[in-house]
């Protein structure tokens, strides 16, 4: 029987796929084996009712696929999950009894006991009480499969220890260490010398301190094209672009000029009618450009967008409606893309100290010798 370790966080979106593709990777290049999957699923790409309807399909939840294809795993290494998170499974689990719930955790167990001389790694929902519903949530998951838990936590300052205080009360002996992420890079250092410790006292083990980057919260142009039901007006083949700032047009152009060249990597939200911003902003670091409001963009900008290879979008909603969508998005979608992998992979073995961790699950000691 292998080692289940389970990577859980206090709210979504913490950053525990990335973390999962930093542990994964090194435990690979020691020649560990590893299995991974996420008990309940909360993203899939294909139609739910035909995974429902085909007893034969696993349920496999897409950060599931994109981690095993990221990292090479077989189909295998790949747990499927138990149940796809939405209303519609919620309802019918209210009308199930709780012998389901069982039931599911028994053929997990199954699944985890199979001969396996690895480590089976397995992401929770995206919060502590996510899945309660299903017997799911990470408290009764790391209970049930007797598995040790990673938390990933966002940092923003001593108020986010009381989270992490009301998960070490309900995951006691289970709660192995926590790493604490999107900390300003200007703080990284200040909260290793000095809150680091103290978090110790309290019995934490703080296995890392990672850097909030602009990267792993950036969103691709596709993305924004489907959050805000965008028409592309040009350069379509170039929607996996990365956005990482959002800019404005509402000022004059040479103050717009000014601004658009201290930022990087932008879409840029501005009227339709303001032909002189849209191409002061296609001069600059523009990811794409996005026209709100009544009329079509002048053949001119079109021509420019398209030399530049820019996308230009038009949408039917206002600027403010448009940039409250933009912003939901940023730090709020889900780590598919190969760059966000690469840099993953970079963030974790820069500033987390697996050797301990893995030393401290009591994994072999050619693997820490390897790290």
Request: aromatic share 4%; charged share 25%; glycine share 6%.
């Amino acid at each position: 029987m292998g080692k289940t370790l389970m990577i859980g966080s206090c709210e979504p979106f913490s950053g525990k796929s990335a973390f999962v593709l930093g542990v994964a990777r090194k435990l690979i290049s020691a020649k560990e084996q590893i299995r991974f999957g996420k008990p309940l699923a909360t993203s899939l790409e294909f139609d739910l009712n035909a995974a429902r309807s085909s007893s034969n399909k696993p349920l496999i939840d897409d950060d599931v696929r994109f981690i095993g294809q990221t990292l090479d795993l077989q189909e295998d290494q790949l747990i499927p999950s138990l149940h796809y998170l939405d209303a519609s499974t919620a309802d019918q689990r209210l009308k199930d009894s709780c012998l389901g719930a069982r039931k599911d955790l028994e053929n997990l167990k199954k699944t985890l006991n199979a001969p396996f001389d690895g480590v089976n790694i397995l992401e929770a929902a995206g919060s502590l009480h996510e899945g309660l519903l299903y017997g799911l949530s990470l408290g009764q998951l790391a209970k049930s499969l007797e598995a040790k838990v990673i938390l990933v936590h966002l940092w923003q300052d001593s108020c986010s220890v009381d989270a992490l205080l009301a998960a070490k009360e309900q995951l006691g002996e289970h709660l192995v260490g926590i790493v604490l992420n999107a900390v300003k890079p200007n703080e990284v250092e200040a909260l290793e010398s000095s809150v680091v410790p103290s978090l110790e006292e309290l019995g934490f083990v703080v296995y890392g301190v990672m850097p909030r980057s602009p990267l792993l919260r950036s969103v691709t142009v596709g993305e924004l094209v489907r959050r805000l039901e965008a028409r592309v007006i040009c350069c379509s083949e170039r929607l996996e672009l990365m956005v990482e700032t959002l800019s404005i047009g509402a000022m004059n152009v040479n103050s717009a000029m000014q601004f658009f060249r201290k930022r990087r990597n932008m879409a840029v939200v501005t009227g339709a009618d303001r032909t002189d911003i849209q191409l002061a902003a296609l001069e600059a670091s523009t990811q794409c450009l996005i026209l709100t409001g009544a009329g079509e963009p002048l053949p001119q900008l079109i021509n420019r967008a398209e030399e530049l290879d820019v996308p230009l979008l038009k949408v039917d909603h206002d600027t403010l409606s448009t940039v409250e969508v933009i912003e939901q998005a940023f730090g709020h979608v889900r780590l598919h893309e190969p760059v966000k992998a690469s840099y993953s992979f970079r963030l974790v073995e820069e500033h987390c100290d697996l050797d301990r961790l893995f030393s401290n699950l009591g994994l072999p000691s050619r693997i820490t010798k390897h790290c």
